[in-house]
T-cell receptor, first 114, second 111 residues
Framework: EAGVTQFPSHSVIEKGQTVTLRCDPI?????LYWYRRVMGKEIKFLLH????????ESGMPNNRFLAERTGGTYSTLKVQPAELEDSGVYFC????????????FGSGTRLTVV | RKEVEQDPGPFNVPEGATVAFNCTYS??????FFWYRQDCRKEPKLLMS???SGNEDGRFTAQLNRASQYISLLIRDSKLSDSATYLC????????????FGKGTHLIIQP
């Protein structure tokens, strides 16, 4: 079974540019989550999709971040315009509907804004 | 006060020793508890869930004290491969809400 796949694995962009991160969850997993780890801080929840609907986006830092999950399959997280403090590792995780354990994380996208 | 607090370490422990980590959580409504393991520059991976009655998985034992809002992880007969960061994680809601992570405890097993 393929795991959670994230692309790209690394991205270096200049302040003010736009970056789009992609996450492909495990097939059949309706729950999809985005998390972020900023250097020196703990991993923080960003948002949660159930299929194509945003269940909880309370962790999104501001309106420069836009997440979508068209058709309830893969998800994208766009940062526009990027700021220096957006640097960090962005993790995606998925789980089957109805479970609240056993999240499977992707290997993350390391974003550096310079 | 942080939602999930852990001693960051590092804990330097000789191979074969027993080591224990603790964490505390602030939300008394928390319902699910986990230990995740994260290797350097890798994603977090679920090590074990933590149940009220305590649970064991091989060399690993997890305990939960709801009254004190305290979670522990014990590793017996530590191996070099146990070197990693151990994340205390709490799910504060029912269903599939987001997880709240501690900053992690860094463990180094020395030969």
């Amino acid at each position: 079974e393929a795991g959670v796949t994230q692309f790209p694995s690394h991205s270096v962009i200049e302040k003010g540019q736009t970056v789009t991160l992609r996450c492909d969850p495990i097939s059949g997993h309706d729950n999809l989550y985005w998390y972020r780890r900023v250097m020196g801080k703990e991993i923080k929840f960003l948002l949660h999709f159930v299929k194509e609907s945003k269940q909880d986006e309370s962790g999104m830092p501001n309106n420069r971040f836009l997440a979508e999950r068209t058709g309830g399959t893969y998800s994208t997280l766009k940062v526009q315009p990027a700021e220096l403090e957006d640097s960090g590792v962005y993790f995606c995780a998925s789980s089957p509907l109805g479970t609240y354990y056993g999240y499977t994380f992707g290997s993350g996208t390391r974003l550096t804004v310079v | 006060r942080k939602e999930v607090e852990q001693d960051p370490g590092p804990f330097n422990v000789p191979e074969g020793a027993t080591v224990a980590f603790n964490c505390t959580y602030s939300n008394s409504a928390s319902q699910s508890f986990f230990w995740y393991r994260q290797d350097c520059r890798k994603e977090p991976k679920l090590l074990m869930s933590v149940y009220s009655s305590g649970n064991e998985d091989g060399r690993f034992t997890a305990q939960l004290n709801r009254a004190s809002q305290y979670i522990s992880l014990l590793i017996r007969d530590s191996k070099l491969s146990d070197s990693a960061t151990y994340l205390c994680v709490v799910n504060s809601g029912g269903g599939a809400d987001g997880l709240t992570f501690g900053k992690g405890t860094h463990l180094i097993i020395q030969p």
